[in-house]
């Protein structure tokens, strides 16, 4: 991913202690860093079930939802900008390459599935041109996942840091978008949002081509 560069690398280097994204208006969210170090959680099991076929795994992470990809027996990359990401992803059992998304990767135009866990569908900070290019790197038929902020949460876009301990991060452009104004930027990007469902307290979206 590019996100003004690796604006999550103190997160992903630094396990413990409070981490958070706050946003250029103020808002502030506790990053889940314990959980993106962990195992997959049960949550992840419906994204993992629904991943038929070679899968794209943008903004990977520390590569827990690759590593259970793999462990499934499907064929997972995962992308991520940060090297600590990589590293940790590669640590797991799982093929992972350091890349902007938005530059060439492999394989583009056949995959079966992208994802975007974690808050991913804000990398850069345009949901519409992110969706425009996970539909460029799917096939026909794929599907892009992606997990969105509850209804009633809203949509925002602008820049952002992490603060880690005392410690302030670069900005970068992000943004959120929740079960209800995931519509519009995925109509923009040639897609529409097929299914719609909570898992775990959490809510994940499929999305495929109109």
């Known amino acids: 991913m590019r996100a003004g560069g690796d604006g999550f690398g103190a997160a992903l280097r630094r396990r413990a202690g409070a981490h958070w994204l706050v946003q250029a208006d103020g808002v502030r969210r506790r990053l889940p860093v ?24 943008l903004g990977c992470g520390p590569g827990r939802l690759a590593a259970a990809l793999t ?12 090297p600590r990401a990589v590293a940790l992803t590669r640590a797991r059992g799982a093929v992972a390459v350091r890349a902007d998304l938005f530059a060439p990767l492999p394989a583009e135009g056949r995959w079966r599935h992208v994802v975007l866990l974690d808050g991913n569908v804000g990398i850069g900070g345009d949901p519409e041109r992110l969706l425009r290019r996970c539909r460029a790197l799917l096939r026909p038929d794929g599907t892009v996942l992606v997990e969105l902020d509850p209804p009633g949460s809203g949509a925002w876009r602008g820049q952002a840091h ?46 495929v081509s109109d």
């Open 34 to 57: 314990e959980r993106w170090h962990g195992p997959a959680e049960p949550a992840t099991a419906a994204v993992v079930g629904r991943c038929h076929g070679p899968t794209l795994d």
């Open 71 to 82: 462990r499934a027996g499907v064929t997972t990359v995962g992308v991520d900008v940060c």
């Open 162 to 207: 992490v603060v880690s301990g005392r410690r302030r991060g670069p900005s970068f452009g992000w943004a959120r978008l929740d079960t209800r104004s995931v519509h519009a930027p995925a109509a923009a990007a040639g897609l529409v949002v097929r299914d719609l469902r909570p898992a775990g307290g959490r809510w994940f979206a499929e999305l």
